[in-house]
């Protein structure tokens, strides 16, 4: 598919029932029906950076801000592996606490227990990223959030684009399985501009891509814009499918966030991953990027036990592995 061909899947509502089918048919074909459960730990909510879109931006005060110590992020973690979880992902803020050293403690404490680790703590440098691989780090998720330059450099005052990319080469140059993605429904986002999004993650060739709706939050300077719709999120989700038939697609937590069964609906239109979250206690609610994230009031075991029963009521299956990619092509 070219520029045009996805700019009319993603402008044709219409017909979005015969796109989720054919995702839904593709996504059978080359991934299958085991659903690849990522277990996330929210450890920090602090973060050097102004993101416009961002809950947990530097100048949101009205925000309590933490951090997970490394000995109970492990203890955290610990328990999440003993509910069955194959892969952890460790998320925070640009919280520059967090050493080079101090992750890798907790990379190497956490790649004990069996299990494939995830790193989401955004741009750091080429030695630290190294040194996380060195130690055991198997995955990384950054979003490139928007291609347009010019809207990227607008929502996200002082950080550059390039230097961004920059880092997703290095990930790849470093042998990490590499997840990227963006928001949709971004203000002045145009949806030839995702057609080009879309392009962008499929020469990068990325191994999971993710994808959600943006939703403003109360206290950013976006406040009072425009969010993203489910449909066209859950459409560009379906044709990120047919271009990079192979990789895993997560059903993304902000899509659950509009609609009760958002991340249903993704499951059945290419999706294959999901995301539950296992931080404990208070946390939870102090790491809202933005609002109505769901699982605000659960503990890690009802997530676990709710998106289980979910999943096998359309009839399909928890991985017992890792859940890496594996490329067909
Ligand atoms: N709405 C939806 N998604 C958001 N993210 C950040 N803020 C918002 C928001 N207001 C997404 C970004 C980021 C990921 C962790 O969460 O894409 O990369
Ligand atoms: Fe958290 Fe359903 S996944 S309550």
Known sequence: MNGEEILKLLEDEKNEAEL????????????????HLRGLIEFSNICRNNCMYCGIRKDNKKLSRFRIEPDELVKTVQKAVNL?????VMQSGE???YTRDKLCRIIAAIKKFDVAVTLSVGERTFADYKAFREVGADRYLMRIETTDKDLYHRLN??????YRYECLLMLKELGYELGSGIMVGLPGQSLKSIAEDLLFLKRLDVDMAGIGPFIPHQETPLANSCGGSLHLALRTMAIMRLLLPDINIPATTAMESLHPKGRILALQSGANVVMPN???????RLYQLYPGKICINETPVQCRSCIGLKIMSIGRKIGMG?????KVL
Request: cysteine-free.
């Open 95 to 97: 919280d520059m606490y």
């Open 84 to 88: 069955g979880f194959r892969t952890i």
């Open 278 to 284: 296992i931080t404990e206690g208070e946390y939870r």
């Open 157 to 162: 005052p002082k950080m550059s684009w390039d």
């Open 322 to 326: 890792y859940g890496s990619r594996k």
């Open 20 to 35: 989720f089918r054919q995702a839904d048919l593709v996504r059978k074909q080359y991934v299958g029906d085991e659903v």
